[in-house]
């Protein structure tokens, strides 16, 4: 009886230990406005993963694995994407300062330090604008292919700018389909290796994809950062792009940013959605780099 009373008491205990552990991993932060969810696992450096356009905090599940055993990782759904839900929306702000207001509460809020920012297109823009808010904090930025059509050659630069306003247009009109299918092929050569989408996640891109061109793509289409403090601060900064994507408009961004601001390029293998499509590739590229730079803790 004594063993079989023993057994129940540590299968209670190990019940509880696991709903503990999931509710650990996976809150909310409460703001004044929009409550942030985010997942945390693993163990090292504070790494925060920072989602772009048509996706959130599940677009990094498979790269936080390979990333877990170096990193104490944190990845989030944006204000307006997934779970984070704005508490007036109605009335709710997506600006860009927003954003990197949000990803600075997160940081503040869980008290991080020393931590490594990886912003994924999209997500570099706030990974820049958080670093400037909060520079004490952070020991590294790293950006994969973050748009920045401002810094392009004029010609270049003119031309994606009328294309952002013909996608304007075509959402307006309630071309919805035809907006998402365009901006789709934007992104560049689709990687092989990926593998396919669930449904659940194509409904759920879906309406990210409708936050984002509803909200976000006009301010992000003409955003430009601080090339000052990004000069200033080069030696914190690395930039990231897929070698099967040169010659587009984000590894551009990239090649610009560097021979502008001096910040270090590492290229590694896969297109622009390299932490969805290669996981591991992704996160060798991001280990590498900080291994490079002493930022990894064993």
């Keep these: 009886m004594e063993r079989c009373t023993s057994c129940v008491g540590v299968a209670c205990v190990i019940i509880l230990w696991v709903m503990t552990y999931k509710r650990r991993n996976k809150m909310y932060l409460k703001t004044k406005d929009v409550d942030i969810y985010y997942e945390r696992l693993g163990k090292g450096r504070p790494l925060v993963l920072i989602h772009g356009a048509v996706a959130d905090a599940s677009y990094f599940d498979e790269t936080r694995e390979y990333l877990k055993d170096y990193f104490d990782v944190i990845t989030y759904d944006r204000r307006g994407y997934s779970r984070s839900v704005c508490k007036d929306q109605e009335h709710a702000s997506y600006s860009i300062q ?10 503040e809020g869980l008290d991080l330090h020393g931590v490594v920012l990886v912003g994924h297109s999209a997500g570099g823009i706030m990974a820049m604008e958080a670093f400037q808010m909060i520079p004490g904090r952070i020991a590294h930025v790293v950006l994969y292919e973050t748009p920045l059509i401002s810094m392009l050659a004029p010609e270049r630069r003119d031309k994606l700018y009328q294309w952002n306003v013909r996608l304007e247009d075509m959402n307006r009109r309630g071309l919805h389909k035809e907006t998402a299918r365009e901006f789709g092929i934007s992104v560049g050569e689709l990687d092989p290796r990926a593998r396919e ?10 309406m990210n994809f409708a936050q984002f061109i509803n909200y976000e793509f006009h301010e992000f289409t003409y955003y430009k950062p601080d090339f000052e403090f990004l000069k200033a601060n080069a030696r914190y900064i690395t930039l990231m792009s897929g070698d099967r994507n040169q010659g587009h408009y984000f590894h551009s961004s990239m090649d610009t940013m560097e021979k502008e601001v001096g910040a270090e390029q590492v290229h590694v293998p896969g297109c622009h959605n390299a932490p969805f499509d290669v996981p591991l590739d992704f996160a060798n590229g991001v280990l590498g780099i900080l291994l490079r730079r002493g930022l990894v803790r064993y």
Excluded at 98 to 107: P, Q, R
Excluded at 197 to 206: A, H, I, Q
């Design 98 to 107: 927003d954003h990197a207001k949000d990803l600075v509460n997160l940081i």
């Design 197 to 206: 989408k669930e449904p659940y996640e194509k409904k759920k891109d879906r």
